[in-house]
């Protein structure tokens, strides 16, 4: 399983990013797939996840970030609106699929103010 994640970078503060995660190597369709972040001296955290029909959000993202998926690309999108400086992290995308979590590389998201 290869997760391939993009679209990072530097914005400033009320700007927007758009994170791409291309997958292979499994059922993309079946997978539950999300994103996670982490920041300096913090744990990873859940931003974004997409299962089936469902959706759900970090509290501090409501509203401003956007999860979706194309499963006939194999890809799962992040689109960050309103970014604010404490969203610097960097970005992981994650699949779980029968117990099993694949993980990417990580892609650094800074926003300045």
């Known amino acids: 399983v290869q997760l391939q994640a993009s679209g990072g970078g530097l914005v400033q503060a009320g700007g927007s990013l758009r994170l791409s995660c291309a997958a292979s190597?499994?059922?993309?369709?079946?997978?539950?797939v999300g994103w996670f972040r982490q920041a300096p001296g913090k744990e990873r955290e859940l931003v974004a996840r997409i299962f089936g029909g469902s959706t759900n959000y970090a509290d501090s993202v409501k509203g401003r970030f956007t999860i979706s998926r194309d499963n006939a690309k194999n890809t799962v999108y992040l689109q960050m609106n309103s970014l604010k400086p404490e969203d610097t992290a960097v970005y992981y995308c994650?699949?779980?699929?029968?117990?099993?979590?694949?993980w990417g590389k990580g892609t650094q998201v800074t926003v300045s103010s």
């Open positions: 994650n699949l779980r699929q029968y117990g099993m979590d694949y």
């Open positions: 190597g499994l059922t993309f369709s079946r997978a539950a």
